[in-house]
C-alpha cells in the first residue's frame, strides 16, 4: 500500500525530531567540539524545526551563546540570528530574549564575537531601535572607542547606519570616524572598509550637513585613484548623487578624472564613469566635448555589452554638443550596434535614434527607420517597445510612399502580446497617420485606438486615449461620435490615468464635436470636476475651459462657477 502524504510527513516529522534530540544532547556534552558541532547541526536544521519545539531549542542556544568557549558562543550567536528571519509574528518575549542577548555579545571578551554583535544590530536596526534605541546607540557609540581596531571598525560603520537617530554633535563625530575609514589602508580586506564607508555616506547622504560636504566630496575624489574597482565605483556613485554641491572648478577637476577612469582596467569602472561623465555633462569645457565625444566612439566599437550601453545613453544626453563632424559616426555607429545580438545593447540603440533626431544627417534617415522597422520585429519586448516608440518620433523621416508600410507595421504591433508595445505603438500610430493620404486607411488606424480603448491594461486605455489628439482625422462625423460615446464610457473608468486621460480628450477634439453631444459631455465634465483626483479634476476644467464657447446657455453658469473655483 503506498503511503499517503500525511504518514509520509509524519515520518520526516519523527526523523527530525530524533535528530534534534540526539543534538541537543550533544549540545551539553563535556567536549567543546561536540557542543560546537550539535550546535552548527542545529543551525542546518532551523528551517525544518517543527514550531512545537522551536522555543525549546531558542533556550538552548540562548543559554549556549554564554558557554565558556568562543567558537560555541560564536555559532550559537550566529543560529539565534537565523531564527529571527522565521520567527511568526506573535514571538515578540523570544525575539526580544534574541536581541538582549545579541546587544549583551556587543559586551564579550571575544573581538570577534563583538563585531558579529556589532554587525548584526546595524544589519538589524530596525529590530534594535524598536525594542531599545538608546541603548543600541550608546552601545554602538561606545564601541567606537573599543580596544580593538576591527571591532572600533565595525562599529564605526554600524554608527553610520545610526545618524538619524542621534544628536547633531554625535553626528558630526560619526562623519568624522567615516571619513578616516574612507582612507584606511591596513590588512588584506582594507578596501572592503573603504568600500562600506563610502556606502554608508550613500544610504545617509541627507544626514551630512552642508558644511561637511565638501570635505566628503573631496574624500570620494581621492578615492578615484583607489587600487580596488569596487571601491572606484562607489566613490564615482556617491558623486553622482549630489552635482549640486560641485562647484564649476571642481566638477571639471571630475570630468577630467572620469575621462581617464573611461581607461581604467576594469569594464565596471569605465561603465560608471561613462555614466557619471552624462550627470556631471554641464561641467564639461566646450574644448573637451570632441574628445569625449570620440572617446565614447572608440568604447561603443570595441568594449563589451557592459560598456557600449552607457555609451549609447551617452550621446542622447550629449545630442546638442556633439561636434558636426562627428554626427555622422554616432549615427552610423547606432545603426551598427542595432544589429548587435543582445537585447541589452539593441533596445537602447532603437530608444537613442528618436531622441537623435535633430542630429541625423539626411542621408542616413531611411536607414534609421528601416533599421526601426527591423527592431520593431524583434522577439524582445525590450526592443519591440523603443522601436515603436521612437518610429512615432521620427515621422518626418519617413518618405511618403513609405508611410503606408510604417503603419502597417504599427497596427501590427498594436495586437502585441506585450501591453507596452501595446502602448507606445497606438500613440505612434497616430503620429503617422498625419502622413498617410489614405482616408480609409486613417479610418482603421482611429478604430483600432478605439478598440485599445477597451484594452485589459490601463496604461494601453490611456495611450489609445492619448493618441486621439495626433489622429489625421477625415470628416465622418459617425467615427467621431463613436469616439465621444467610447469617451463618456471611460470617463466612469475604475482608473484614474484613464479617467484623467479621457476627460482631456474633449478638449482636443473640440473643433470636431458634433454639437448635439455636447450637453452629455458637459454634464460628465462637471462630475469629473468634483472628483477627489487632482489629476481628473484638472484635465475635466482644462477641457471645459477650450470648450466654454460651444457650452449650452442653461449650463453656463455651473460652468462659470467650476472655472472660478478652480483658479482659486
Not at 190 to 218: C, D, G
Not at 246 to 269: N, P, Y
Not at 409 to 420: A, I, N, V
Request: hydrophobic share 40%; aromatic share 6%.
Amino acid at each position: 500500500m503506498p503511503q499517503t502524504k500525511e504518514k509520509k510527513e509524519k515520518i520526516t516529522e519523527d526523523k527530525i525530531n530524533e535528530k534534534l534530540d540526539a543534538l541537543l544532547k550533544s549540545s551539553g556534552d563535556v567536549f567543546t567540539d561536540r557542543r560546537r558541532d550539535a550546535v552548527l547541526s542545529i543551525q542546518g536544521l532551523y528551517r525544518k524545526i517543527p514550531d512545537y519545539r522551536r522555543k525549546g531549542v531558542i533556550d538552548r542556544l540562548l543559554k549556549l551563546s554564554s558557554d565558556k568557549n568562543e567558537n560555541v558562543r560564536y555559532a550559537s550567536l550566529e543560529t539565534l540570528k537565523n531564527f529571527i528571519n522565521i520567527l511568526p509574528d506573535d514571538s515578540d518575549e523570544i525575539l526580544s530574549g534574541i536581541l538582549k542577548r545579541i546587544i549583551a555579545a556587543s559586551y564579550d571578551k571575544s573581538t570577534d564575537i563583538r563585531k558579529f554583535a556589532i554587525r548584526t544590530i546595524a544589519e538589524l536596526k530596525l529590530l534594535f531601535i524598536e525594542k531599545d534605541k538608546d541603548e543600541v546607540i550608546k552601545r554602538i557609540l561606545a564601541l567606537c572607542d573599543d580596544s580593538d581596531d576591527s571591532v572600533k571598525i565595525s562599529a564605526a560603520l554600524a554608527s553610520g547606519r545610526f545618524m538619524d537617530l542621534m544628536l547633531p554633535s554625535a553626528r558630526r563625530n560619526i562623519i568624522e570616524n567615516v571619513i578616516l575609514l574612507c582612507r584606511y589602508d591596513r590588512g588584506y580586506d582594507a578596501w572592503s572598509v573603504r568600500n562600506e564607508a563610502v556606502k554608508i555616506f550613500r544610504e545617509e547622504l541627507e544626514y551630512i550637513p552642508e558644511t561637511r560636504m565638501w570635505a566628503v566630496a573631496e574624500e570620494m575624489f581621492k578615492l578615484l585613484d583607489d587600487e580596488e574597482s569596487v571601491v572606484k565605483v562607489s566613490a564615482i556613485g556617491f558623486l553622482e548623487e549630489i552635482p549640486d554641491f560641485i562647484t564649476i572648478d571642481f566638477g571639471k577637476e571630475i570630468i577630467l578624472k572620469l575621462m581617464e577612469l573611461t581607461k581604467d582596467k576594469d569594464w565596471e569602472v569605465r561603465a560608471a564613469s561613462v555614466n557619471a561623465i552624462i550627470t556631471f555633462r554641464d561641467f564639461i569645457p566646450e574644448k573637451k566635448t570632441g574628445e569625449i565625444v570620440a572617446r565614447f566612439l572608440k568604447l561603443g566599437r570595441e568594449e563589451g555589452w557592459g560598456v557600449k550601453r552607457p555609451c549609447i545613453h551617452a550621446f542622447s544626453e550629449l545630442k546638442k554638443a556633439i561636434p558636426g563632424d562627428l554626427r555622422k559616426e554616432v549615427i552610423e555607429l547606432i545603426l551598427n550596434l542595432s544589429k548587435d545580438r543582445d537585447w541589452y545593447i539593441k533596445s537602447p540603440a532603437a530608444r537613442v535614434s528618436g531622441k537623435l533626431k535633430e542630429i541625423t544627417p539626411d542621408e542616413l534617415k531611411e536607414e534609421v527607420i528601416a533599421m526601426l522597422i527591423t527592431l520593431s520585429g524583434d522577439i524582445d519586448w525590450s526592443v519591440r517597445r523603443p522601436a515603436a516608440q521612437s518610429l512615432g518620433e521620427l515621422v518626418e523621416f519617413i518618405p511618403q510612399p513609405d508611410a503606408d508600410l510604417v503603419a502597417e507595421q504599427l497596427m501590427k504591433l498594436c495586437g502585441d502580446r506585450d501591453f507596452g508595445v501595446r502602448a507606445f505603438s497606438i500613440l505612434s500610430l497616430a503620429r503617422i497617420s498625419q502622413i498617410v493620404a489614405n482616408v480609409e486607411k486613417n479610418k482603421e488606424m482611429i478604430q483600432m485606438a478605439l478598440k485599445l480603448c477597451d484594452d485589459p491594461d490601463w496604461s494601453v486605455r490611456e495611450s489609445a486615449l492619448k493618441s486621439f489628439k495626433y489622429f489625421n482625422y477625415p470628416e465622418d462625423s459617425e467615427l467621431v461620435e463613436k469616439i465621444v460615446l467610447k469617451l463618456l464610457e471611460l470617463n466612469d473608468d475604475s482608473d484614474w490615468n484613464v479617467r484623467s486621460a479621457s476627460a482631456r480628450v474633449y478638449g482636443n477634439l473640440r473643433k470636431i464635436i458634433p454639437e448635439k453631444m455636447i450637453p452629455a459631455i458637459v454634464k460628465k465634465l462637471l462630475k469629473l470636476a468634483s472628483e477627489r483626483d487632482n489629476n481628473v479634476k484638472v484635465s475635466a476644467v482644462r477641457s471645459l475651459r477650450e470648450l466654454k464657447r460651444r457650452v449650452p446657455d442653461e449650463m453656463v453658469g455651473e460652468v462659470d462657477e467650476v472655472l472660478k473655483k478652480s483658479k482659486s
